[in-house]
């Protein structure tokens, strides 16, 4: 046999689980790097404390999927080389750079598997900042992993497949949903189910499921309604938003759930040499991958960090991405099974895209929103001092320079969360295609890491 | 169909220096079209360290530094914003008595020259600075050293000049060069022929690239250092601080954020435009960070970044007139410390074009200097990586060779 393969995957999600599963079947021992405590991703997450959680009923139709990631996952042990709680913060010249435990270590690569998900794209609102408003995502993450709700009387809102699951789920685990104020028309998902049908008939009635389950229990959906603003002085007390007669309404809550859909995580897949390409349904920068995942040499991108696919694309494209790096590696892989992978895979990503017009982001909002609403919450700019910038002479012709002028997404979260924001106000206030506004470069570290690191050995 | 724009001066490159001279050209009254293939100020100009340092400057710079340093003093009556500046002081610190006694000989230099520098032990030194590290032997202190944010300051100087009549295109590559009996004619790539009296090359890292076309050439290359920022912290910090072996300069930014550079400087690529910082730099810098500030050890880095500085074998700059053609003038390779000097060469490149000559030294800077042997700076040898040095083909002997 030859020289071991240096074969590393980030993200320990559906991706990145069913791509170790690939390697470890032809005899690679791959080296799985995630920043969870347990693998899973966000989908299957684990939870990590020890609460007494009915994954039945937190999974629903969907726990057999979660069982079979974490049977496979187990199935693994001695066969890949996992490194939980790890942070990859850069990847540079062939070599994933990562810290756990407050230790460096470089981890060269012969190829390099990135399965880094997604996270919540998010939107400024009125009082979007105050406490007691999260992500959607993250209201979902507190429930799997810590058995804890965001408040007693949720609202969630937004746009997004997510908002009648994550209700359901509050609801089941004793909940009070206040309300789901959806952002997108009926007439938007009506128009868009034709490809939803075709592409994925049974995730479709999934979905139908749970708004008639929501409903059946008395909560009330809107539909094609704007928000208005998250209220309260310290803490969530309400939302206000206007139906889409353009009637205001008012829903008490103690804390919000909002959310428009997934923006992908891809910055190590920039560090490592990937092109990014514009994808005008998502409206976002994603790398430009081939059909199998590749998108540099020795670099692979597969799961929602590559394509906004859903769980099942995930676990497929991680498979597909596992062949391709074999394929590369001059090991032979399996080439019926890669076409159909390939085509199922397309088919899932399709169903996606058909969600994402019937849960159409509403990119023109941020121009709307009041001058005092802040954009970046990590450097508190708000949407009035980046409209100053854009009235100046010699005025920002991108997002990057638009950082340099006023901050906005040069804190912790290095843009992740109001990059995408800040692009469409841009385009939105100058008249100019959201395309060309650009992407905030990425640079690592791709999240923070402390001054004390100790050296690599 | 092409358009045709006639100016007394051309100024290709919309960095510090070309928008600087734009600006005291305007207000020597010449028309000026400053030209930039790119966004205004968007390369070294826009991502410094904002260093505006005095001490330790080649004595030859000095008579140009103060005089950029009478103009920063009136920066807000210049420009209309103060983007920052702030004359916090500069501390170059001493880790032995080898270092110290450097400090000692530069501070002499400085004396002469008319630039106050004091020399602390490191008792007086802690006793202002309480946070140092216990390793830091001693200090010289150059209380009238600041600093400004160089993301603002590039486009506030284009603006003004822009105000005053200036002509600013960004986005605007030239394309051809041509001299015509006493007139430069420039093509672009966007329909836009430009026809001027006067050349002033100002392209930083890309200058070579326009020097060549006249016949002159200088071996620059383009590097830059890992800089990184670490998240706002309660301000405490004051001066800007500087290692005397160049290891880490660090200084706070009033939002609270701690701005460090490292070296060794790597190299950047000014044809891809990409300036990849390794990350073992980052890493090596923070160590150092944590020698000089203990207590920063608590906090975390969020953001690192390079430019693409141009740099030349003895680290001084390309400024003053072409040996080979009538009209032309070149200020560029500043070699990582241009942002202070940024208004003193503008003030003294529009000089040269209107009244023709200048008081202030210009002989070190001369272009021709590289048609001999010219020595390398023994900072070469500590500040850059062997690698990107050995990717500059200047000869290991420590002679530089032109390209």
Request: aromatic fraction near 6%; proline fraction near 5%; charge should be positive.
């Amino acid at each position: 046999m030859a020289e071991a393969r240096r074969v590393l995957i980030v993200g320990a999600g559906p991706a990145g689980v069913a791509a170790a599963a690939v390697l470890a079947a032809h005899r690679q021992r791959p080296f799985l790097i995630d920043e969870g405590h347990a693998p899973g991703g966000q989908v299957y997450r684990r939870a990590s404390a020890p609460v007494a959680l009915d994954i039945k009923a937190l999974f629903g139709s969907q726990v057999g999927k979660y069982e079979r990631l974490h049977a496979t996952f187990a199935g693994l042990a001695g066969s890949v080389e996992h490194r939980p709680r790890t942070l990859a913060w850069a990847v540079h010249e062939r070599a994933v750079h990562t810290l756990a435990e407050g230790k460096a270590e470089v981890h060269p690569y012969d190829a390099l598997i990135l399965a880094t998900g997604a996270t919540d794209r998010l939107l400024p609102v009125p009082g979007w900042t105050l406490p007691g408003a999260y992500a959607l995502g993250g209201a979902q993450t507190l429930l799997k992993d810590q058995g804890c709700l965001i408040g007693r009387r949720v609202v969630f809102c937004g746009s997004s497949p997510l908002l009648h699951l994550v209700a359901l789920q509050y609801q089941a685990a004793g909940g009070e949903v206040a309300a789901v104020v959806d952002t997108t028309t009926t007439g938007a998902k009506l128009a868009a189910a034709p490809v939803l049908a075709a592409n994925g008939f049974a995730t479709l009635l999934r979905g139908l499921s749970y708004m008639a389950a929501l409903r059946c229990k008395g909560v009330r959906i809107h539909h094609g309604t704007r928000l208005v603003a998250i209220e309260g002085e310290t803490h969530v007390t309400g939302l206000r938003f206007r139906d889409r007669r353009g009637n205001e309404h008012r829903v008490e809550a103690d804390a919000v759930a909002i959310g428009f859909g997934l923006r992908a995580e891809t910055q190590l897949a920039e560090l490592g040499g990937a092109r990014l390409r514009y994808d005008s349904v998502f409206r976002q920068w994603l790398p430009d991958v081939d059909a199998d995942g590749r998108c540099a040499p020795g670099l692979y991108a597969a799961g929602d960090g590559c394509a906004i696919g859903g769980a099942d694309a995930a676990e497929e494209s991680g498979q597909l991405a596992a062949y391709a790096a074999l394929a590369d590696l001059g090991i032979a892989a399996p080439n019926a099974r890669m076409a159909r992978l390939r085509a199922h895979v397309a088919r899932l990503r399709r169903f996606q895209r058909g969600l994402a017009k019937a849960f159409d982001w509403p990119h023109s909002w941020p121009m709307d929103m009041p001058d005092q609403v802040i954009l970046c919450r990590c450097e508190n700019v708000t949407l009035g001092e980046v409209r100053a910038t854009l009235r100046e002479d010699i005025p920002p012709a991108d997002v990057n320079r638009a950082k340099a002028f006023t901050r906005c997404g040069m804190g912790r979260c290095q843009g992740r969360f109001c990059g995408l924001a800040l692009g469409e106000l841009m385009a939105a206030e100058t008249g100019t295609a959201h395309e060309r506004t650009g992407w905030l470069r990425a640079q690592a570290p791709v999240k923070p890491v402390p001054v004390s690191t100790a050296f690599p050995s | 169909m092409t358009t045709r724009l006639r100016t007394e001066v051309a100024i290709i490159g919309g960095g510090l220096m070309g928008s600087w001279t734009a600006y005291f050209l305007r207000r020597r009254g010449l028309s000026v079209a400053l030209i930039d293939k790119g966004e205004i100020g968007a390369q070294s100009s826009g991502v410094n360290f904002g260093n505006l340092r005095l001490q330790g400057r080649h004595p030859g710079q000095i008579p140009l530094a103060l005089r950029a340093d009478a103009v920063w003093d009136r920066i807000v009556e210049h420009l209309g914003e103060a983007c920052e500046f702030e004359r916090g002081g500069h501390l170059y610190l001493a880790f032995d008595e080898a270092q110290m006694a450097k400090l000692g000989h530069m501070a002499e230099d400085m004396f002469r020259c008319g630039v106050p520098v004091k020399l602390l032990g490191a008792a007086g030194l802690r006793a202002r600075w309480p946070w140092l590290g216990a390793g830091v032997a001693g200090a010289s202190w150059s209380a009238r050293d600041a600093t400004a944010n160089p993301r603002l300051v590039t486009p506030a100087v284009a603006r003004a000049a822009r105000r005053l009549g200036a002509e600013i295109l960004s986005g605007t590559r030239v394309s051809a060069f041509a001299k015509d009996g006493e007139r430069f004619r420039l093509a672009t790539d966007r329909d836009l022929e430009i026809e001027s009296d006067a050349l002033v090359n100002t392209a930083g890292a890309w200058g070579p690239q326009i020097a060549t076309v006249f016949g002159e050439s200088a071996p620059v290359f383009a590097a830059g250092p890992p800089q990184f920022v670490t998240e706002p912290l309660p301000y405490f910090i004051g001066p800007s601080v500087q290692a005397a072996d160049g290891r880490v300069i660090f200084r706070q930014v009033r939002r609270g954020n701690v701005v460090v550079a490292g070296y060794p400087r790597g190299a950047s690529d000014p044809v891809a435009n990409r300036a990849p910082v390794d990350p073992a730099r980052t890493l090596a810098a923070m160590q150092s960070l944590v020698e000089a500030v203990p207590r920063l050890a608590g906090t975390s880095v969020i953001r690192v970044w390079s430019g693409i500085e141009g740099y030349l074998p003895d680290m001084l700059p390309v400024i003053g007139v072409s040996r080979t053609t009538r009209g032309l003038l070149h200020a560029f390779g500043f070699c990582g410390h241009g942002f202070q000097l940024g208004p003193g060469v503008g003030l003294t490149l529009a000089e040269l074009l209107v009244d023709g000559g200048t008081s202030i030294p210009l002989s070190d800077f001369d272009i021709g200097r590289f048609a001999g042997e010219v020595a390398h700076d023994e900072r070469l040898s500590r500040e850059f990586d062997s690698a990107s040095l050995a990717a500059t083909g200047w000869s290991a002997a420590g002679k530089a060779t032109l390209p």
